[in-house]
């Protein structure tokens, strides 16, 4: 049923048009300061009021390393006007080893200034610069630190031992063998933190290939005094960080939204998105001022962001999200396949939130790569890292993230060069489609919609129970578990088919609900008989899982969420936080709480999470609080604590 609209969106895609406008982006966040990005908002907007959207602004967060959104504290402003540094030989001779203006990655985002003269000092090289036992304080004092550690992981470090400053050739692993400097972008005093905040040290840290870097520790192990001289001509200030906004207008109050973060320094991640998605409305809008497509009835509105800080203003802010029925996130959606890690992903919801969409932008990827069938693409689960959270519950916006993993992330090596042109026009093509079919669904669509859902639902439990058939003979099966988890999977399916009834005034719900229920039926039945076959190939026709009560404090506690979002701890001390972690990134906690409802027990909310991040078993309570904190006494302790300090209530 979507063959017309793809045919009238694949003929006004321009590929050519989305990589000059990525190009473009890329030009001005490659150096990553507040003002580029300021440049590179202006760009985008402009853009989009040229495409002829509506509502075209430019939002400025407060970047002032104190303000909170969610529970995320915004980052300090930080511009550069100079930064170099020079390799200077027992000779005198200077090298110049490291200059901005030429590779903008050389400096570490947040870097603070030296003195206007420079600095000079001996280099030290440490092996492992966040071993502390491997040198001493008197070593480092007075001196620039040599390392492939991470900069961001012993920079406090460092700096307390009396280092002038770093030296790093560090490169993630995927990365190694390339020719690349690497970009750091995180740079606060937390180990688990990212941005610079306030009241965090202040330092600097060159980075340089790790073939350099080799070159340097050569010349130090024969006992050769090299010395370095750095110039960083930087400001630290509260400024602003911007967010871009446009929308299609729709005739109804309601919203769909594409999203993606601008502001970072590479040209797949993530230049590429915001182009693909410029590209997306420009045709939608198009097509709909030619009068090809009707106007919809949600608005359609694209969000550029910088990742996570201004995403979570803009939603606290606006309150949008309580009237935003669907997103789509793209973030690195293109890559070259030569350098890709692997293929480029479709992100699906977390279970706490499975949705119709899922089967939609599936399906329409299926579709519409036809086109490149030597480019890889495939569907995996929900992962954090990304501003796919509003999937969280406590936005409840489904939202599919399209994201690659590329060798040159977060290096020099990120460059427009490596853009797949057809394969930006074949994205846009999906973004565009996707958008507008949420934002007009009607009643024949919205069913369509459901079965599209339920298909997806037994096919994915049909792959669900052949693995469990061969775990069969694993020394670690368990029948009863495995039982449980195919019925788990299809009551999961069975929401993704009702998720369409979010599409629907109130008042025609209850007609639609009942024509759903066959199709919910028909998944939770796949379910039962799927693990009625696994119990008779294991030798126990019959069998039914034991029903397990939870007692005790777990069963009785039902938390409820006071925050919006991923949590982050950022507006705790460290005397607060008592050495936790930041859980950022964690996925059990995202998935814990994404179930936390305020009527489902602590017991109950385990029991999903660890279903939802099971592997070969289902996680227990105990492995879940592991996973967030690997000091966390229990699961209890650790709500305790977020209940100490206003996260979640009961």
Request: hydrophobic fraction near 40%; aromatic fraction near 8%.
């Given at each position: 049923m979507f063959d017309d609209l793809l045919s009238l969106i694949c003929a006004e895609v321009d590929p050519r048009r989305a990589f000059d406008d990525a190009w473009s982006i890329q030009a001005f966040d490659r150096h990553f300061t507040f003002t580029a990005f300021q440049e590179s908002a202006r760009y985008s907007a402009e853009r989009l009021r040229r495409a002829g959207l509506s509502e075209v602004e430019v939002l400025e967060a407060p970047a002032d390393g104190k303000s909170i959104f969610g529970d995320w504290r915004m980052p300090l402003a930080w511009d550069v006007e100079e930064a170099h540094f020079d390799l200077i030989g027992h000779n005198g001779v200077a090298q110049r080893i490291a200059d901005r203006s030429q590779v903008p990655q050389c400096l570490a985002m947040w870097s603070g200034p030296t003195p206007p003269e420079g600095v000079e000092a001996e280099i030290v090289h440490?092996?492992?610069?966040?071993?502390?036992?491997?040198?001493?304080?008197?070593?480092?004092?007075?001196?620039?630190?040599?390392?492939?550690?991470?900069?961001?992981?012993?920079?406090?470090?460092?700096?307390?031992?009396?280092?002038?400053?770093?030296?790093?050739?560090?490169?993630?692993?995927?990365?190694?063998?390339?020719?690349?400097?690497?970009?750091?972008?995180?740079?606060?005093?937390?180990?688990?933190?990212?941005?610079l905040l306030a009241g965090d040290t202040q330092g600097w840290a060159f980075m340089i290939p790790p073939g350099l870097g080799e070159r340097i520790r050569q010349r130090l192990a024969i006992g050769e005094e090299v010395r370095g001289r750095a110039l960083v001509r930087s400001r630290l200030y509260e400024g602003t960080l911007p967010a871009v906004t446009g929308v299609i207008p729709g005739s109804g109050k309601e919203e769909v939204v594409l999203i993606g973060h601008q502001f970072e320094c590479g040209a797949i991640d993530n230049a590429a998105g915001v182009a693909i998605m410029i590209e997306a409305v420009r045709v939608l809008q198009q097509l709909v001022s030619e009068g090809k497509l009707p106007a919809p009835q949600r608005s359609i509105r694209v969000l550029f962001i910088s990742e996570c800080y201004s995403n979570l203003y803009f939603w606290e802010k606006t309150r949008?999200?309580?009237?935003?029925?669907?997103?789509?996130?793209?973030?690195?959606?293109?890559?070259?396949?030569?350098?890709?890690?692997?293929?480029?992903?479709?992100?699906?919801?977390?279970?706490?939130?499975?949705?119709?969409?899922?089967?939609?932008?599936?399906?329409?990827?299926?579709?519409?790569?036809?086109?490149?069938?030597?480019?890889?693409?495939?569907?995996?689960?929900?992962?954090?890292?990304?501003?796919?959270?509003?999937?969280?519950?406590s936005f409840d916006i489904p939202c599919p993230w399209i994201g690659g993993h590329s060798r040159t992330w977060h290096t020099s090596a990120d460059v427009p060069d490596l853009l797949p042109v057809p394969v930006m026009g074949l994205m846009a093509q999906i973004g565009a489609a996707y958008a507008y079919l949420n934002a007009s669904a009607d009643r024949e669509q919205i069913i369509h919609l459901a079965h599209l859902a339920a298909a997806r639902g037994k096919c994915h439990?049909?792959?669900?129970?052949?693995?469990?058939?061969?775990?069969?003979?694993?020394?670690?099966?368990?029948?009863?578990?495995?039982?449980?988890?195919?019925?788990?999977?299809?009551?999961?399916?069975?929401?993704?088919?009702?998720?369409?009834?979010?599409?629907?005034?109130?008042?025609?719900?209850?007609?639609?609900?009942?024509?759903?229920r066959p199709l919910q039926r028909e998944l939770r039945r796949g379910g039962r008989e799927a693990a009625a076959a696994l119990a008779r190939r294991a030798g126990k026709p019959g069998h039914a899982p034991a029903a397990q009560a939870p007692d005790g404090a777990l069963a009785s506690i039902r938390p409820r969420r006071k925050v919006l979002g991923p949590l982050a701890l950022d507006r705790l001390t460290p005397e607060q936080r008592g050495g936790r972690p930041s859980p950022r990134w964690s996925d059990a906690l995202f998935a814990v709480l994404s179930w936390c409802d305020g009527k489902r027990s602590i017991a109950e909310t385990c029991a999903l999470a660890g279903r939802e991040l099971r592997r070969d078993h289902t996680l227990s309570p105990e492995e879940l609080a592991k996973r967030i904190d690997p000091n966390c006494s229990s699961i209890l302790d650790y709500f305790e604590f977020l209940r100490q300090h206003g996260y979640v209530a009961w």
């Open positions: 440490l092996p492992n610069a966040a071993d502390t036992k491997s040198y001493s304080p008197e070593s480092v004092r007075g001196k620039i630190a040599f390392t492939s550690s991470h900069p961001h992981h012993v920079k406090r470090l460092l700096a307390d031992m009396g280092a002038v400053g770093i030296l790093s050739d560090h490169l993630h692993a995927s990365a190694k063998g390339l020719d690349a400097t690497a970009w750091i972008n995180s740079f606060s005093d937390d180990p688990g933190g990212w941005a949008r999200h309580r009237r935003t029925v669907a997103g789509i996130c793209f973030d690195s959606p293109v890559g070259s396949p030569d350098l890709a890690i692997r293929p480029t992903e479709i992100h699906t919801n977390p279970h706490s939130n499975m949705s119709y969409v899922d089967a939609l932008a599936t399906h329409l990827a299926r579709k519409v790569m036809e086109a490149e069938p030597l480019y890889a693409w495939r569907e995996v689960g929900f992962a954090p890292g990304t501003d796919s959270f509003i999937a969280d519950t439990l049909a792959q669900a129970a052949s693995l469990e058939m061969e775990r069969l003979t694993a020394a670690s099966f368990d029948l009863d578990d495995s039982m449980k988890q195919l019925a788990y999977l299809s009551d999961r399916h069975a929401e993704a088919v009702a998720s369409v009834l979010r599409l629907l005034p109130a008042s025609e719900r209850a007609g639609m609900r009942a024509y759903l």
